[in-house]
């Protein structure tokens, strides 16, 4: 028998002294997830944003760089970055700013910076004008997230 697969065997006696088997397979395989392998830049201020979207990222076998804040993403921006997850609220210059910055740097301005605010909707103009390529709402969704990725990126598989 494939050790992935479990078969289950059930006997019912019945009051008639009648045997029912019935057979019943199960794929215990769980799904797996798509593996992009794509080096990003995390700008987000919170510490337990932070660690929540890192594995989710790194689930998808991408390499995360975290930066605290806006001031800190500039520092680190650099050309060996696939895409940037971009926090709105950021304390000191905001990620307005911090996008509006990458935009207007020569190595910037095709790089995708998906948005990640808790204020997405209301907030979803002004960010696309401000450079954004995409935004989520916070909570991150895992599905969207997928989806959003696969969007821009083809999988390392």
Do not use: W
Not at 115 to 131: N, T, V
């Amino acid at each position: 028998m494939d050790l992935m697969t479990s078969a289950l065997a059930l006997n019912s006696n019945y009051a008639t002294s009648r045997t029912s088997t019935k057979k019943a397979s199960f794929d215990n395989k769980q799904a797996a997830k798509p593996q992009f392998g794509l080096n990003i830049l995390m700008v987000e201020d919170d510490r337990l944003c932070q660690l929540i979207q890192k594995n989710l990222l790194e689930s998808y076998g991408c390499h995360v760089d975290i930066a605290d804040s806006g001031e800190q993403a500039l520092l680190m921006f650099n050309t060996q970055y696939d895409a940037i997850v971009l926090d709105i609220n950021l304390p000191g210059i905001s990620g307005l700013d911090v996008s509006k910055a990458i935009r207007s740097h020569k190595n910037g301005k095709n790089i995708p910076i998906f948005g990640l605010s808790s204020e997405a909707e209301a907030k979803h103009d002004e960010c696309l004008h401000a450079g954004y390529s995409e935004m989520l709402a916070k909570p991150v969704n895992a599905q969207q997230l997928t989806s959003l990725l696969a969007s821009y990126f083809t999988t390392a598989e």
